[in-house]
């Protein structure tokens, strides 16, 4: 279901949202066909082990309706910069309403200015290239079909080889 857009606040995670960030990633995931269930829990093992290089929210006046995450990557051929998005949540009842296309355009922005060279993510070959993202294949995440493993240069050139997550993504 598809609404007008719901203007938001976005602004840095900050003390006292990670309860509220963990409620709306559980509910953001619990009906989706590719979830593992556990990303609610990831986004806390991200903030435990200091991996949370940007964590952005969305507020409506209310309340907090939308989160995302952005974690250091490690690339087999020692590029270095380089960062994982996601997840990306917002709560079900208002997908659709531009809460998550404005979250990733301002951790690009944000990524961009802190420095980044370049941000990859595991996601919808369909949604993410509108943001710039683009399967490439001589950066390579084994397990689920490459299509899906996409990413975006920032600055520089782009690196070549396997890419790893944080650690907070494999517990």
Known sequence: MSGSPISVAIRQ?????????????????KEMPFSDGDEQHLVTRLRTDGDLALSLVAEDGERIVGHIAFSPVTITDGATHWYGLGPVSVWPEIHHRSIGSALIKRGIADMKAIGAKGIILLGSNVYYPRFGFAHHPQLTYPGPPPEFFQALLLDGEMPSGKVDYAPGFYP
Request: proline letters at 6%.
């Open 13 to 29: 995670e900050a003390p006292g949202d990670q309860d509220a960030i963990f409620k709306l990633t559980e509910a953001a995931f």
